[in-house]
C-alpha cells in the first residue's frame, strides 16, 4: 500500500474523510467512560490519581450528570461523568477540561458538587474529588498535575469534621513530556488522548489490556452514524471555544503590551527623560505621557 492509498485509508477509518479526529472529543470520552464494559479502563486511570484501592472502586455507579447551562456560548447542558461509591461515600467527577473558557465553570461544579454532597442525610458523600483533563495548559505551569484542595472547610460545613474536597487538574502537554516523572499509565493515557488517528490509539494502546478495548469501542464508535452527530456537534462547540479562547488571549497580550509600556515610560520620565525620547521609543503621545505626570 503506497502512501497515498493510506492516507485515504486513515481519511476512511477517521470517518469517511469528512472530519477530524480527536480523543479530545467531549462526546467520545464521555461515551467510553460511560460504557460499563470499559469500567476497568476508567478505574485504572482514576485509581492512578486517586490510589483508591481498585477493589473500592470496582463497585462504584458510574453515572452522568448535567448540569444547566451558565451562559450564551454553551448548547444545552453539559454531561459530567460521576463515579459514586456508597460503602466508602466517596463522590467523583471526571472532567475533559479544553480551554480556559471552562476553568471558572467546572470550579463552580466542584464547589456546587462540594455543597450538595456533604450535606447531613442518608446519602451523604464526605469525599468528593474532581479529575479535570487539561487540554491546555491553563495555568502555564511546568508541573504535570496539579492538585488543589477546599481551604477551611470546617468554617463552611462545621458539622461535618470528616469531608473532603480536592480537585485534580491532568495536564496533557506536560504530563506526555519525559521530563516529568509520571506513571506509565498516565503517560499512555495522556497520549492516546492526544492522538489524532484510530491507528495511532491502536498503536499506543497495545500490550495493555484495558486501553486495547477501549480503542476498539473508538472504533465503533467512529463507524456508526449516529453518533458521528454527536461527536461533530461537540467538534462545533470546541471550536467555538477555541475562537474565544485564542480572541480572549490576543486581547490579553494586547492589555499586557500596554501595560509593559505605560510602567517602561513611567520608569524612563522618573530618571528624567526627555518626553520626546520616551515618545519615540514607546509610541505613546506626549499627551499621554503628560498624564501619566499627574
Not at 493510506?6 to 467531549?26: A, L, P, T, W
Amino acid at each position: 500500500m503506497n502512501q497515498v492509498e493510506e492516507k485515504e485509508k486513515d481519511k476512511k477509518e477517521n470517518g469517511n474523510g469528512k472530519r477530524e479526529f480527536s480523543m479530545q472529543n467531549d462526546y467520545l470520552f464521555k461515551s467510553i467512560a460511560l460504557e460499563e464494559e470499559q469500567k476497568e479502563y476508567i478505574v485504572k486511570i482514576v485509581y492512578e490519581f486517586l490510589k483508591i484501592p481498585k477493589e473500592i472502586l470496582r463497585k462504584a455507579d458510574i453515572v452522568s450528570m448535567e448540569f444547566a447551562k451558565s451562559n450564551v456560548h454553551e448548547k444545552g447542558k453539559r454531561g459530567d461523568i460521576i463515579l459514586r461509591i456508597a460503602d466508602e461515600k466517596i463522590y467523583i467527577l471526571l472532567e475533559m477540561n479544553q480551554w480556559k473558557y471552562d476553568v471558572k465553570k467546572n470550579m463552580d461544579y466542584a464547589f456546587t458538587t462540594y455543597i450538595q454532597n456533604t450535606t447531613i442525610g442518608k446519602n451523604r458523600y464526605p469525599k468528593v474529588y474532581t479529575i479535570n483533563i487539561d487540554g491546555v495548559n491553563q495555568y502555564d505551569v511546568k508541573e504535570p498535575i496539579l492538585t488543589f484542595e477546599m481551604a477551611n472547610t470546617q468554617y463552611l460545613l462545621p458539622e461535618c469534621p470528616d469531608i473532603t474536597c480536592k480537585n485534580y487538574h491532568f495536564i496533557l502537554e506536560n504530563v506526555t513530556n519525559k521530563i516529568y516523572n509520571v506513571s506509565e499509565t498516565l503517560r499512555r493515557f495522556a497520549s492516546v488522548l492526544k492522538a489524532k488517528s484510530i491507528k495511532e490509539v491502536e498503536r499506543l494502546s497495545k500490550g495493555d489490556e484495558e486501553f486495547m478495548k477501549m480503542s476498539k469501542k473508538v472504533k465503533n464508535f467512529m463507524s456508526d452514524e449516529g453518533f458521528l452527530q454527536y461527536y461533530d456537534q461537540a467538534e462545533i462547540e470546541k471550536g467555538e471555544k477555541i475562537f474565544l479562547y485564542n480572541d480572549g488571549k490576543k486581547e490579553g497580550e494586547k492589555i499586557g503590551e500596554e501595560r509593559g509600556i505605560i510602567k517602561t515610560a513611567i520608569e524612563l520620565i522618573k530618571n528624567g527623560v526627555s518626553l520626546e525620547i520616551i515618545s519615540k521609543s514607546t509610541g505613546l503621545s506626549l499627551k499621554e505621557l503628560q498624564d501619566l505626570m499627574l
